[in-house]
Nanobody, 122 residues
Framework: QVQLVESGGGLVQPGGSLRLSCAAS????????VVWFRHAPRKERVFVAA????????NYPDSVKGRFTISRDNAKNTVYLQMNSLKPEDTAVYYC???????????????WGKGTLVTVSS
């Protein structure tokens, strides 16, 4: 069983930056792909960044490409999401999820964190 804990959320002004962390409870996490999703009020949950087990493959939707960067430190069992140039529409609860397979589909992710709230507002 993999437990994931997100941290780093908070209130930030438009144009600001935040770095989210997703820490895993087990060493086998380094063999898992990890995806960040976000869920905004009255909207569907969507993927915002994905990374394979080694960090050699990363993907982003157009809405965040060039602003968000996903990375991982397998020595620390942690995946990060660096978010720059934040916009009010980035406001959401951000979740990390892990699975042995590289997929963006939330229904296919086996392990989830409880989320961290990001609010972008002046």
């Amino acid at each position: 069983q993999v437990q994931l804990v997100e941290s780093g959320g908070g209130l930030v002004q438009p144009g600001g930056s935040l770095r989210l962390s997703c820490a895993a409870s087990v060493r086998t996490f380094i063999t898992y792909a990890v995806v960040w999703f976000r869920h905004a009020p009255r909207k569907e949950r969507v993927f915002v960044a994905a990374i394979n087990w080694s960090g050699s493959n990363k993907n982003y939707p157009d809405s965040v490409k060039g602003r968000f960067t996903i990375s991982r430190d397998n020595a620390k069992n942690t995946v990060y999401l660096q978010m720059n140039s934040l916009k009010p529409e980035d406001t959401a609860v951000y979740y990390c999820a892990a699975d042995r397979y590289y997929t963006y589909c939330p229904e296919n992710m086996n392990y989830w964190g409880k989320g961290t709230l990001v609010t972008v507002s002046s």
